[in-house]
């Protein structure tokens, strides 16, 4: 095809490339046409040459019009890196080779990569072979250690070319400049970076950029310094293009760290994922509407629905290729997959489950229960989850007597007392003060209005405790009445959802209780506590590691013991006990952390 550059217009820096049907269709047209025009012509003159360009022009144009695409040749592909200003032994280091009207280009854990050679084409980059995190120079660690533990991050990888033949050797990219991994601190941190600059491109993703790696550094001990390119490299502006047409003596690190500095402001975390979906957490109405919706009616032993229902996922509305499961979702044999609950809810029709909820329950999530607990707060948790049960919705206006009436079964008026305390923390309480009710209670020589409190949106009062809700965990209302039996239950709601092995603190500390109590609540709660004990013989280069002495008032996790099972301390000093009651085989055991299931 590079035979026809000559024909082409402009200088002919492009040739037509079939990549689909219509395109081929398109090339067809192009070279019927550009050979009618040949034959036509007398042989090899001068004036016969431009009378072919000047064919081959409309014909290029009506080839495009059918859809041909423009795609330059290879040498042309590769004088693009250099208008970039990208330097030879940079196309070397970085293997990148002209393909597809673009590059290809390894990554740094072996994955493809191509990136079109023109930038305002679409797609601008794509995954050949695999994928990667970052990308950079292969030993980039040294090239950090060697700039004082500086690093560059940069939107993409032409510009981290750009850099590196600007000489700066500690560049990284995540590919994109659309989102930044959460990966990123952990990554720059494990190679010694303690600095990490950027100059972001000058259009809104650039701005969006700065606010992504400001909130992944958010947490983190690296410093962020972000540098302000200047306006004049226009709309479009960037480092790459900056390198492009730098021409200044200083090296061009140096006239960035010139540029002013400005903090950008972290973006806001992203909302907490939907629910998890397990199905032990779906609620029945939800899956009862789901099933209506598509026409599920009986259910077999196994759990799935006797006949086969629509899948809602692929287009072919005639045939019932799914089959409901009661339990765990739907199950489309065309699709060839399981779809959650909440998925197909959502896509027939019967909303997403968390709207479904929030339509349909006061429920509280065990997140926000254990957060109340935490705080002190258990009455408040409880009085919430009473007037749930009651059926009370959010926003309800109430009065302290409306809570004692209607709650009388479940809590005491004194808890109720302190649990409205609680709550006006939060959201305040009011009094009315309508004129009319004014009149009346004066009438009445009542001494003052009653308080009314408005039953709060349970996603706020999350968001006041900053905790994310995600596990809907029931609680019977007997469970309400004594404020022991609530919190053995919230605590117990983790062990029973999903069976384990648990250290003991990881169980207390989601309510703020001692070891001792979490005890008493596996009791309580009736948990099924088994320790993990593991027991073997002592190794004889074990007896050489073990410590002279240890201290009796310290609890350990591990001991020795002798053949009749007795205990002894993990120290040399057991050793020679044991040796002196008899010896025999010695044992070394390790408790791990116990495991938990309902009982
Ligand atoms: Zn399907």
Redesign the pocket.
Known sequence: MIIFDCLMPNSCAEILRPSNAGRAKSLKVFYTGLLRVCNGLPKSTASSMDEIVRSASSLVDAAVMLGGVLVAPEHTVMQRLAERRIAPQVITAFDIQPFNNGWRYPTPRGAYRWKNADSKADPKYKWLDGKDDFYHVQDIASAIYNAGGACWFVSGEADVWAMQSAGIAHVISGYTEASVSKELPAYLESMGVTVLYIAPDLDQTGAGFAGKVARVLQESSIELDARQLPKELGDKGDIGKAWAIYTRRQTFERWLLGLPRFIPEPEPKPEPKALQVDAAIIPAGYRQLIADLLHATEYQGDGFTKKNVR????N?GKHA??SLHQEKGLY??????W?TWNETGIKAGAGSLRTWRMANTYALSTELREALIRDNKTNLARLLDAVAFKGWKAGREFTRKDAVTVCIDLLTAWTIRQALESLCGFFPSFSITSSMKEKTLINSKQTRPPKVYKLPELSELAGKLQVKQIHFDEIPAQKIKHAADYRAEVYAALPRRKAGQYARKTLTERIAVSARTGQSYDKRANLIVTPNIERRQLKPDEIADLPDKVYKNRKYNLWLEDENCKKYRPDKESIKRIAENGGGKVYRVIQSANSYKAG
């Open positions: 899948c809602p996922f692929h072919d290729d799914a489309c044999h065309v699709c060839g997959r779809f």
